[in-house]
């Protein structure tokens, strides 16, 4: 084991040299760089198309080598190049891997989520990618979905705000970003056959308003559509979402293209708005499209819509007009490992703090035990096509022992050998490993009961939970007794939970005092689990998702798994999350928008009015905020509008705004919050369009759904 650690190491470090030994010299920065006018685009297009062929038309529709679109050297129309996401640029080696996109929802910061968008963008153009396939929009539904790490939590305004921000953050780098995917792709088990069932007033109010902030507000270059079929079709047949709803209502101007192996009839989807096939041409090729364009199945102006696409992205973004690599940015980017550390430390939600256990105060520490399934090798994402390798990654236990003994020697793996002690504050740190059968051997139990704290590391990995199944909702087998296993040992556990979202504690929660949901906490994940358990940075990720305490608890427990035709009906409608919870007797077991500070916050001074010089539906929402406690720390205070005198049946408060402010002790500041019509709205499905009905509203303030500290009404007139 040591030969294979030191030679990882070994190997990490040759690959940083050449990474900045083979950066070349800087040629062309991104503020140098202009997109066109769309008066010169649309020229430049309608240029293009009138020299193409049919069959050269046809074959820009359809991927090539995996991540690549067909050049057209003749034209010079350029081939471009796609990398995965959303987690990291990295299919082209080593690169940043961030934490996963529930971790950025649990910060509930926009302004950090743009600029992990704008590193993303720098990655992509070190690397000379044009489109990354990034961020992923889908809405948490239950927590056994096997791609829940990549997506933003189950609120539709929270998700579509780090929708906006991420995808601002890419394509100001001159970088296409894809939001997928489209749409109600919420289970991974037999996702080619799943038929989700879904009526069209939840789809508007829950699972299609992240895409429609990122097309609307963003304006997103591309869109990739699922694998599921929704109310019976496949998406890439799904002319209602993609032509009339995407395209048409919202206005839509760039490249929808499929998931890898999403197409499964080329006359249907090229039909049904499919502008590009990927990863390669196999139904919308010229073989069965030629044919259908003679016989009048085909239109030769649908084909036309789809290269116009394709050419008016490339040409807007500037991909005709330079090399798309950016030299001046380095492969290994030192700024985008930084915004990686930060967004895990602002991710993490400590869930539990009985006593008070942390923070721990390293002065006073004498020993310190680290183990658990999670533990080491560093866990820094889940798996499928997310899955990212940095250049490097700090485990949990490495972020331990760095920060109590910072190593001299990289290549010192004392600390690995089982027993062995890194000497700092004058704590020791013991790494306890596990069993092949994931058991604790009997010889650590006497290093844990003496220990003055032990940190369990313990959850899920790529192998246990990632793209293409469904994972449990208990954690791995044999955690759940060796988390009860060490809680007898030692009444100071701090566990930490790897995972996409809730799992079921029902068989240890009762004896371990402190709890931190770490989710997928990217190649810098070690180092910010320390700066929280030492106290340099206050806890402040708040819960993106509830979660239930028993899964017999959460909404969709009858109609999750599908019939047996495949279809999965979304018979809980809107009332998903917290939105069920308030007007259930059953409570989750922590609540959404629900985190614990190592401070505390008083909120006060409610104030509602239109907003001057505006619309007179337009509110402005303000209030203060105070660190009443003895640490600096951030606080995400949460506004939610609820309406009691609706026609049809309405949540009883739904998330329309959040702030993020950081607080020194004994400081204030006032917020001030914006609602606009569409805050008061519902959809209503008889007249296809977002209506407030004029009445009173209530406007409620506080840390978290079931945390409400400041309550005010305003009424609507008209």
């Known amino acids: 084991m040591l030969f294979m650690v030191k030679m990882r190491r070994i190997l990490v470090f040759l690959l940083l040299a050449l990474a900045i030994l083979f950066t070349p010299a800087r040629t062309q920065t991104q503020s140098q760089v202009q997109k066109s006018s769309p008066t010169n685009v649309d020229k430049r297009v309608d240029a293009l198309l009138s020299r193409m062929t049919l069959q050269e038309k046809l074959t820009l529709i359809g991927g090539m080598h995996n991540f690549f679109t067909r050049p057209i050297p003749r034209l010079g129309i350029p081939s471009l190049k796609m990398s995965d996401g959303p987690l990291g640029v990295h299919d082209y080696g080593p690169t940043t891997a961030y934490p996963a996109g529930i971790a950025l929802a649990a910060s509930w910061n926009t302004d950090l989520a743009q600029r992990v968008g704008v590193s993303m963008g720098r990655d992509a153009r070190a690397r000379g990618v044009n489109i990354v396939l990034a961020p992923a929009l889908n809405i948490y539904r239950a927590p056994m979905n096997g791609r829940n790490f990549e997506y933003f939590g189950e609120d539709p305004y929270l998700a579509s705000r780090m929708?906006?921000?991420v995808v601002e953050g890419i394509q100001s780098q001159n970088v296409i970003a894809t939001v997928k995917h489209f749409v109600a792709n919420n289970m991974e088990y037999d996702r080619h056959h799943i038929n989700a069932v879904v009526d069209e007033r939840t789809l508007r109010e829950i699972y299609l308003p992240a895409f429609e902030a990122a097309v609307r507000e963003a304006h997103v270059g591309a869109?990739?559509?699922?694998?599921?079929?929704?109310?019976?079709?496949?998406?890439?047949?799904?002319a209602h979402l993609n032509i009339d709803i995407l395209k048409h209502e919202w206005g839509f101007d760039g490249i929808l293209m499929s998931d890898w192996g999403a197409t499964y009839d080329g006359i249907a989807a090229a039909n049904a708005g499919l502008d590009l096939e990927m990863p390669s041409a196999r139904y919308m090729t010229p073989a069965n499209l030629v044919p259908a364009i003679q016989q009048g199945k085909v239109s030769v102006a649908t084909i036309n819509d789809k290269v116009r696409r394709i050419l008016r992205k490339?040409?807007?973004?500037?991909?005709?007009?330079?090399?798309?690599?950016?030299?001046?940015?380095?492969?290994?980017?030192?700024?985008?490992?930084?915004?990686?550390?930060?967004?895990?430390?602002?991710?993490?939600?400590?869930?539990?703090?009985d006593g008070n256990l942390l923070p721990l105060d390293p002065t006073k520490l004498k020993t310190i035990a680290v183990l658990?399934?999670?533990?080491?090798?560093?866990?820094?994402g889940g798996g499928g096509s997310s899955q990212t390798t940095p250049f490097n990654q700090v485990s949990f236990l490495e972020g331990i022992s760095n920060y109590l003994s910072p190593p001299v020697n990289p290549f010192n793996d004392t600390v690995l050998a089982g027993m062995g002690e890194h000497v700092g504050f004058n704590a020791k740190v013991l790494y306890a490993p596990l069993s092949a059968k994931g058991t604790l051997d009997p010889k650590m139990e006497p290093l844990l009961s003496t220990a003055d704290a032990v940190i369990l590391c313990v959850g899920f990995n790529p192998d246990t939970e990632g793209e293409g199944a469904d994972r449990t909702?208990?954690?791995?087998?044999?955690?759940?007794?060796?988390?009860?296993?060490?809680?007898?040992?030692?009444?100071?556990?701090i566990l930490v939970i790897t995972a996409g979202g809730a799992v079921d504690m029902t068989r240890w929660i009762d004896r371990v005092p402190t709890i931190l949901q770490a989710w997928?906490?990217?190649?810098?994940?070690?180092?910010?689990?320390?700066?929280?358990?030492?106290?340099?940075?206050?806890?402040?990720?708040?819960l993106p998702a509830s979660f239930e305490r028993r899964w017999e608890d959460n909404p969709t427990f009858h109609s999750y798994y599908p019939q047996r035709d495949k279809s999965v009906a979304y018979s809980e409608g809107i009332f998903l999350g917290y939105r069920y919870y308030d007007r259930s007797n059953t409570k989750p077991l922590f609540p959404f928008g629900f985190g614990l500070s190592y401070t505390r916050f008083q909120y006060s001074d409610l104030s509602i009015s239109p907003r001057e010089g505006s619309d007179p539906d337009s509110v402005t929402v303000s209030f203060d905020v105070k660190n009443v406690g003895s640490r600096a720390g951030a606080e995400v205070a949460e506004l939610y509008v609820g309406d009691s005198h609706s026609t049809v049946p309405r949540p009883v408060k739904e998330l329309k705004g959040f702030a993020r402010v950081f607080l020194r002790p004994g400081e204030k500041k006032q917020i001030t919050l914006t609602l606009n019509r569409r805050s008061f709205?519902?959809?209503?499905?008889?007249?296809?369009?977002?209506?407030?009905?004029?009445?009173?509203?209530?406007?409620?303030?506080?840390?978290?759904?079931?945390?409400?500290?400041?309550?005010g009404s305003f009424t609507l007139t008209k």
């Open 163 to 165: 929708a906006v921000s």
């Open 223 to 238: 869109v990739m559509d699922s694998y599921n079929l929704v109310n019976g079709q496949h998406m890439t047949q799904n």
């Open 314 to 353: 490339a040409i807007q973004f500037g991909f005709f007009d330079r090399d798309q690599t950016d030299r001046s940015i380095p492969l290994y980017d030192q700024r985008g490992r930084e915004i990686a550390r930060e967004e895990a430390r602002e991710s993490i939600v400590l869930l539990k703090n």
């Open 372 to 380: 658990g399934p999670d533990a080491y090798p560093a866990v820094i």
């Open 473 to 493: 909702f208990s954690l791995p087998a044999g955690q759940d007794d060796l988390i009860r296993q060490v809680a007898a040992l030692n009444k100071n556990v």
């Open 520 to 542: 997928y906490p990217g190649e810098e994940g070690g180092d910010a689990l320390a700066d929280i358990l030492f106290g340099d940075f206050s806890p402040s990720g708040k």
């Open 681 to 711: 709205s519902y959809y209503d499905v008889k007249n296809k369009q977002w209506t407030a009905e004029p009445g009173p509203f209530s406007i409620l303030v506080g840390g978290s759904s079931a945390q409400i500290e400041l309550t």
